[in-house]
């Protein structure tokens, strides 16, 4: 029996544990962390976690066994638009004079495009001021094709519905499919050559509020 509960700061590690083994073998993910130093995946996504634990407007929740073993966690963020507005705008960092002659490497170039092109669809397809974002969804890789993953959109696609709000998602070739049954529609995608890691593709997927 698997159950959902709200995350704590004292389940960072095993959120970690859990995510670095759902994505040891996600290309995109192995060809980002090509030739980093051991433990680079696990300092970054400590790092986001807690970036998300901190943040009010993001919540976020646990697949829990009846052991008390975490085996999936899913973020899901409030976007908010007419605050956003109201925010000061953040200073553009300068590049550094020592790298500007200094091609940079595959794995900024396409992790920048990557960005660029999922910001520029979510600007074009979530005209509403404010909706949900599914941030991060992860299920260890002996509970997967379980239902565990349904659970954590679903919990997020619940909430959506108390608060008449459209979801938004940026999927991975891995999970996208989870999603059609809860009402998202892939609304675009953007392939990537990670050279050595093979191709990529990203789905753009968009549930509207009131979908039933």
Same mark, same amino acid.
């Given at each position: 029996?698997?159950?959902?509960?709200?995350?704590? +700061?004292?389940?960072?590690?095993?959120?970690?544990?859990?995510?670095?083994?759902?994505?040891?073998?996600?290309?995109?993910?192995?060809?980002?962390?090509?030739? *980093?130093?051991?433990?680079?995946?696990?300092?970054?996504?400590?790092?986001?976690?807690? %970036?998300?634990?901190?943040?009010? %407007?993001?919540?976020?929740?646990?697949?829990?066994?009846?052991?008390?073993?975490?085996?999936?966690?899913?973020?899901?963020? %409030? *976007?908010?638009?007419?605050?956003?507005?109201?925010?000061?705008?953040?200073?553009?960092?300068?590049?550094?004079?020592?790298?500007?002659?200094?091609?940079? +490497?595959?794995?900024?170039?396409?992790?920048?495009?990557?960005?660029?092109?999922?910001?520029?669809?979510?600007?074009?397809?979530?005209?509403?001021?404010?909706?949900?974002?599914?941030?991060?969804?992860?299920?260890?890789?002996?509970?997967?094709?379980?239902?565990?993953?349904?659970?954590?959109?679903?919990?997020?696609?619940?909430?959506?519905?108390?608060?008449?709000?459209?979801?938004?998602?940026?999927?991975?070739?891995?999970?996208?499919?989870?999603?059609?049954?809860?009402?998202?529609?892939?609304?675009?995608?953007?392939?990537?050559?990670?050279?050595?890691?093979? *191709?990529?593709?990203?789905?753009?997927?968009?549930?509207?509020?009131?979908?039933?």
């Amino acid at each position: 029996m698997v159950s959902l509960h709200p995350i704590s +700061p004292s389940d960072v590690a095993d959120l970690v544990r859990v995510h670095s083994a759902a994505f040891k073998t996600d290309q995109f993910s192995n060809f980002m962390l090509d030739g *980093k130093p051991p433990g680079t995946h696990e300092s970054l996504m400590e790092r986001s976690i807690q %970036t998300w634990i901190s943040d009010p %407007t993001s919540q976020l929740c646990k697949a829990v066994t009846e052991d008390g073993d975490i085996i999936g966690w899913a973020c899901w963020l %409030t *976007k908010d638009k007419s605050q956003e507005k109201n925010e000061p705008a953040r200073p553009v960092a300068q590049p550094n004079p020592a790298h500007i002659d200094k091609p940079d +490497p595959p794995t900024r170039v396409i992790g920048r495009q990557m960005r660029s092109d999922s910001m520029a669809k979510e600007a074009e397809l979530m005209t509403e001021d404010k909706y949900l974002v599914l941030q991060a969804i992860v299920v260890h890789p002996d509970y997967q094709r379980q239902g565990i993953g349904a659970m954590l959109i679903q919990w997020g696609v619940d909430r959506a519905g108390k608060e008449r709000l459209s979801c938004w998602c940026h999927a991975s070739p891995a999970g996208f499919q989870l999603y059609f049954k809860q009402g998202f529609v892939e609304q675009g995608n953007d392939e990537y050559d990670l050279g050595n890691f093979g *191709k990529y593709m990203f789905r753009y997927m968009v549930r509207r509020h009131g979908f039933a």
